[in-house]
């Protein structure tokens, strides 16, 4: 099995933008893959397991926003000092990523869906096997 290629590079890329904080990829079960530097590990788990089950319960809630099957695809959850985007990326995981409150939404969430769309592949996490014990 290959290791996974480190995409810190390419999170560190996406934060380098006016307001931007951090990024972390994250697989769909909530476990932190890839962060953007000056992320502590306390950080890249706590953000990871909450952008999980928040993408979750989106997830669960597209029937009401469409009457026939539709993919999730963001979130954007806004603080009195700041966002948090979550966005689907490859096949298994999602992209999480934090501005400040000056942070041009629109430029940077496109910018998210750039970032996903070239390294589609690169982001996917796979399924995680069971430990043969």
Request: charged share 20%; net charge negative.
């Amino acid at each position: 099995m290959n290791p996974r290629p480190d995409m810190s590079w390419l999170l560190d890329n996406l934060v380098d933008y006016p307001h931007a904080r951090h990024a972390v990829v994250l697989s769909s079960d909530g476990l932190g893959q890839h962060s953007s530097k000056n992320v502590t590990d306390d950080q890249r788990e706590r953000i990871s397991a909450a952008a999980a089950g928040i993408a979750a319960l989106a997830k669960g809630a597209a029937p009401f926003a469409s009457d026939t099957p539709t993919s999730y695809q963001m979130t954007m959850i806004t603080y009195g000092d700041g966002y948090i985007f979550i966005i689907a990326a490859g096949e298994g995981s999602t992209l999480v990523a934090s501005g400040g409150s000056d942070i041009d939404i629109n430029a940077f969430s496109d910018r998210m869906t750039q970032v996903v769309v070239r390294m589609r592949n690169e982001l996917a996490v796979g399924a995680r096997q069971a430990e043969q014990g």
